[in-house]
């Protein structure tokens, strides 16, 4: 169950401390929660950033669509993402630094 609400509220790019507080953790189980977070072998770091990066392919693919349809806006939208995203990984490619 927790699994799965990581998942989806990482989808709705829900910041970690956030979910913390969504589901009402103590200090102590929030510690535990975020430090199991930095574990990228985790089940529960690993279903956070799948609902990371499946939350932003729907986006994407809804301003492509939008797109197609002539939404200058969701083309501008579209591009100014990919930038950015293709810009966090040049500084974790280049630096070490993630997000």
Request: charged letters at 30%; aromatic letters at 10%.
């Amino acid at each position: 169950m927790l699994l799965e609400f990581v998942f989806r509220y990482a989808q709705l790019q829900y910041s970690p401390e956030r979910i913390c507080l969504r589901l009402g953790m103590s200090r102590e189980q929030r510690e535990i929660f975020l430090g199991r977070l930095e574990d990228p072998d985790d089940p529960i770091s690993i279903k956070y950033n799948q609902g990371l990066i499946i939350g932003d392919y729907k986006v994407d693919k809804m301003l492509e669509k939008a797109g197609r349809q002539g939404n200058a806006l969701a083309i501008a939208e579209l591009s100014t993402r990919l930038y950015h995203r293709k810009q966090e990984q040049n500084k974790k490619d280049l630096f070490g630094i993630d997000r």
